[in-house]
């Protein structure tokens, strides 16, 4: 097994970059979910509810981000950890965050359509935001604006295995998805769909990583990560959910992982299955 993709998500929910080589931190790949959009009570925006954030493209060099969307002028502005500090929520958490000023913050309303205010917002290195203590591997283990882990991990032959499935349910009208659908940081190309179900530590170039807990998917995979149209089948997720919903684990694809170290990882890595999931609970 070997690494054949590895992309990083800097604004929560908005397009991905992809990369050749990545720098692993605690909390994720340098830069992933190191922003976040949010409304003016500080709860963050999604794909649920905005499916065009998808529009959204980013580029980083150095401090300086540019934001891309369609038809509208691009943006430049420069992250900044000193701006002032606001009170932000991310699934369960509330914790302070640094506003990215005004002009980014009226782009972004524009792009988007709201009639509200929206802000655009960094994690602050002040606070840390703490994983889930129930599958935490230390105390206090940090992670980005991510939905809840540092990493999602995915498999190229389930998906290989998703789209056989697609492909004999509409013979006549491809439904086959990409693996951006997942929006995963770490793609194994393996020949074996969900081997992913069993691992437990894998070694990635000089980096260990434990697998915590499987990715519960949601109705985002059902839009198109270019086009953001949304899939009027509700497909791919009807059809996983056919064959890979596990009780209150809901419908699962890909594994969230939490890394031992820091360290480098790059496409063409060997994966080492350093550890079996024995139990294998979903």
């Not at 980014?104 to 988007?112: D, P, R």
């Not at 437990?200 to 915590?212: A, P």
Request: hydrophobic fraction near 40%; aromatic fraction near 8%.
């Amino acid at each position: 097994m070997q690494i054949c993709e590895l992309a990083i998500y800097p604004i929560k929910a908005c397009r991905s970059i992809s990369l050749k080589t990545a720098t692993v931190t605690p909390k994720g790949f340098l830069w992933d979910r190191e922003f976040m959009i949010t409304d003016r009570a500080g709860k963050f925006l999604t794909q649920r509810q905005y499916p065009q954030l998808a529009l959204i493209e980013v580029q980083i060099e150095g401090e300086k981000i540019t934001l891309s969307a369609a038809s509208y002028p691009t943006i430049e502005f420069t992250a900044t950890i000193i701006g002032e500090e606001i009170s932000v929520e991310v699934w369960r958490d509330r914790l302070m965050a640094i506003d990215q000023g005004d002009q980014v913050a009226n782009w972004l309303q524009s792009v988007l359509k709201t009639p509200h205010p929206l802000r655009l917002v960094r994690q602050s290195p002040r606070y840390i935001r703490p994983i889930n203590p129930n599958y935490a591997t230390r105390e206090n283990a940090p992670v980005s604006f991510a939905d809840g882990y540092p990493f999602l991990i995915t498999n190229t032959a389930s998906l290989a295995e998703l789209n056989r499935r697609l492909t004999a349910i509409y013979p006549d009208r491809s439904q086959n998805v990409p693996m951006n659908r997942f929006r995963p940081n770490i793609v194994i190309d393996s020949d074996r769909p969900f081997l992913e179900d069993e691992w437990q530590v894998l070694q990635i170039g000089e980096v260990v990583f434990d697998l915590v807990k499987p990715c519960a998917r949601c109705i985002v995979t059902t839009t198109d990560q270019i086009s953001a149209q949304c899939n009027e089948l509700r497909e791919p997720l009807k059809t996983l959910g056919t064959f890979r919903h596990f009780g209150k684990e809901g419908i699962i694809f890909g594994q969230n992982a939490i890394p031992r170290q820091t360290g480098q990882i790059k496409i063409g890595d060997k994966v080492q299955n350093l550890a079996q999931n024995l139990t294998n609970s979903i």
